[in-house]
């Protein structure tokens, strides 16, 4: 929800893990306007998407480029703020950035096109 209120200008589609709890997608229902919660694996969305801003924390999904999209892995603040195991370790490849803050996207916004023209509308297609 935070990336939500410091970013405003981005369409955020949440895509849930087909294992989420009930509650899980009740909770996300409630706070964002597009919200997946099906068996349609993440890595389609991402190939389908277009100028896109990809967000994520240790998923595979974040595992799959597409060169259209940016990728941003929350892990650290997610571990940071104990909503993630501090023990696991991720290598990610080079076209996913990691954020230690939301501050670190304020680089990425002025640099990507992605922040300029979000791209859900081509997701929901």
């Known amino acids: ?6 970013f405003p ?3 955020l589609l949440v895509k849930l893990h087909p294992a989420s709890s009930k509650l899980q997608t009740q909770l996300f229902k409630a706070g964002f306007e597009h919200v997946e919660h099906n068996l349609i694996p993440a890595e389609l969305f991402i190939a389908k ?3 896109c ?5 240790a998923s595979a999904a974040m595992f799959y480029e597409n060169p259209s999209c940016i990728f941003v892995s929350l892990l650290t603040i ?3 703020i104990g909503m993630f195991p501090s023990w696991i370790k991720v290598r ?5 950035h990691v954020m230690s803050s ?3 996207m304020d680089n990425l916004r002025s640099t990507h096109s992605s922040f300029r023209k979000p ?3 081509q997701l929901q297609n």
Not at 1 to 6: D, F
Not at 53 to 57: D, F, R
Not at 92 to 96: A, I, Q
């Open 1 to 6: 929800r935070k990336v939500s209120e410091r």
């Open 9 to 11: 200008e981005l369409k």
């Open 49 to 51: 998407a277009i100028d």
């Open 53 to 57: 801003v990809v967000i994520g924390s």
């Open 78 to 80: 997610y571990q940071e």
């Open 92 to 96: 990610f490849p080079n076209h996913v």
């Open 102 to 104: 939301l501050g670190d």
């Open 119 to 121: 791209g859900i509308d």
